[in-house]
């Protein structure tokens, strides 16, 4: 049986304020034409579908037409949530669905049921398992010492009973650990999400989501196949795929990829302001590309955005490189140090993963916890 595995796809994302949505609309277009020429029985969707919990309409009308692409292509799809979507609104419609070929992972509820599906060799169990953290698993299982992401898919996997004569196959959005990250992904301090690729030993593969990147993660049967789309210049040299597994008999699984190639693709450039604009620099460069400039110039360019943008349209982001830029980074930084509360510090990164600030019933809650840790302290 041949199935294509892709991930976070982030429909509807906003990168410095340019929407994916064209860009995105293209790639799903591109990812039907490799089903076209592979014609898998099965196509794996690892999570984040969308980039947020309540998903714009035009995403939402976006998926459903790629849903409905993949139906008329009698492409069976297998869907789960990730850490950017709602559950709950994945999981609507789920049950309706199956009849078109559609499988979408329930909200976890202490089960998760196989989808079987058979060929030549046999029975292949298709377990969907969406981004869950220990608290979910933890209510339902109390008797089980669940502390970290480990014990909740460890003891998520372990209800599954997996008959391990068959082939088994998991589709989840977690990151494990040994996984290079990239800044376009959600990050927890200190590495607590963490999940021990031990935990998926008896699968005969894993579909992960959740890194951006492609990998394998300890065996080649272990991969994430990264987003279909660059998302941030740490990605700007990544190669996109689509990965395609062929499995055979037990223990006989074959994985290629299919590379994607992007509407617009992601360019970082340093010179001066002169050096940039000159006719036979930017002639030899794909202008329409997402643009980061860094400047060198000592003295700032007099709207230099505004100015840039006739050559460069989709300029990103802009930034300089000078002296000037290079001693005030070292001051702010060492300032930031001595001058940043823990609150300021938890503030910053509360913004950073949940793109809005924390309303005034939060800030009295942290402000009371790090008041008491410190009482404690002293």
């Given at each position: 049986?041949?199935?294509m ?5 982030h429909?509807?994302?906003r990168v ?8 995105q609309?293209d790639i799903?277009r591109?990812?039907?034409k ?12 690892a999570?984040d579908?969308?980039d ?12 459903d037409?790629?849903?409905?692409e993949?139906?008329?292509r009698?492409?069976q799809t297998f869907?789960i949530?990730?850490n ?21 992972a329930?909200?976890y509820a202490?089960?998760t049921q196989?989808?079987v599906?058979?060929d030549?060799?046999g029975?292949i169990?298709?377990?969907?398992l969406p981004?869950v953290?220990?608290?979910n698993?933890?209510?339902f299982f109390?008797d089980?010492?669940i502390?970290?992401y ?7 996997v372990e ?8 082939r088994?196959v ?8 040994g ?5 376009s992904?959600d ?6 999400d963490n ?9 005969d593969y894993v ?6 990147g492609p990998?394998k993660i300890?065996?080649e049967?272990v ?12 990605e700007?040299?990544h ?5 395609i597994v062929?499995m055979k008999?037990?223990?006989?699984v074959?994985?290629s990829t ?8 992601w360019?970082?450039m ?6 940039l ?6 002639e030899?460069?794909d202008q329409d ?6 400047l060198?110039?000592e003295?700032d360019?007099?709207?230099?955005v505004?100015k840039l ?7 990103m982001k802009l ?6 830029t290079?001693g ?5 930084e ?7 509360t823990?609150f300021?510090?938890f503030e ?6 949940n793109?809005?600030e924390m309303?005034?019933e ?17």
């Amino acid at each position: 049986m041949k199935f294509m595995h892709i991930s976070d796809l982030h429909l509807g994302k906003r990168v410095n304020e340019f929407s994916m949505l064209e860009d995105q609309k293209d790639i799903l277009r591109k990812i039907l034409k490799i089903a076209d020429e592979e014609k898998p029985q099965a196509l794996l969707i690892a999570g984040d579908v969308y980039d947020k919990s309540i998903p714009t309409v035009e995403a939402i009308q976006l998926f459903d037409d790629f849903l409905c692409e993949l139906s008329k292509r009698k492409v069976q799809t297998f869907i789960i949530s990730g850490n950017h979507d709602s559950a709950e609104r994945m999981a609507f419609g789920g049950r309706l669905m199956k009849e078109s070929g559609v499988y979408v992972a329930p909200v976890y509820a202490g089960k998760t049921q196989a989808v079987v599906l058979e060929d030549e060799w046999g029975s292949i169990n298709i377990y969907l398992l969406p981004f869950v953290k220990p608290a979910n698993v933890k209510r339902f299982f109390e008797d089980e010492q669940i502390e970290n992401y480990t014990d909740a898919i460890r003891v998520a996997v372990e209800q599954m009973k997996l008959n391990t004569d068959e082939r088994n196959v998991l589709v989840t959005h977690q990151f494990v650990t040994g996984a290079k990250r990239s800044e376009s992904e959600d990050i927890s301090v200190g590495g607590t999400d963490n999940v021990d690729a031990s935990v998926f030993d008896e699968f005969d593969y894993v579909a992960l989501g959740h890194i951006h990147g492609p990998q394998k993660i300890g065996r080649e049967t272990v991969r994430y196949c990264g987003t279909p789309l660059k998302y941030s210049f740490s990605e700007i040299h990544h190669k996109k795929s689509v990965t395609i597994v062929e499995m055979k008999e037990k223990g006989n699984v074959e994985i290629s990829t299919k590379e994607l190639a992007p509407l617009r693709d992601w360019c970082e450039m340093k010179g001066t302001y002169m050096e940039l604009t000159e006719k036979a620099y930017y002639e030899n460069l794909d202008q329409d590309s997402y643009m980061h400039i860094t400047l060198i110039d000592e003295e700032d360019i007099p709207e230099a955005v505004r100015k840039l943008q006739v050559i460069y349209p989709n300029l990103m982001k802009l930034d300089y490189d000078n002296q000037r830029t290079r001693g005030k980074a070292a001051f702010l930084e060492a300032a930031e140090v001595e001058e940043k509360t823990p609150f300021d510090i938890f503030e910053e990164l509360y913004e950073k993963q949940n793109n809005q600030e924390m309303n005034e019933e939060q800030k009295k809650l942290i402000h009371d916890l790090v008041e008491k840790i410190w009482e404690g302290g002293h």
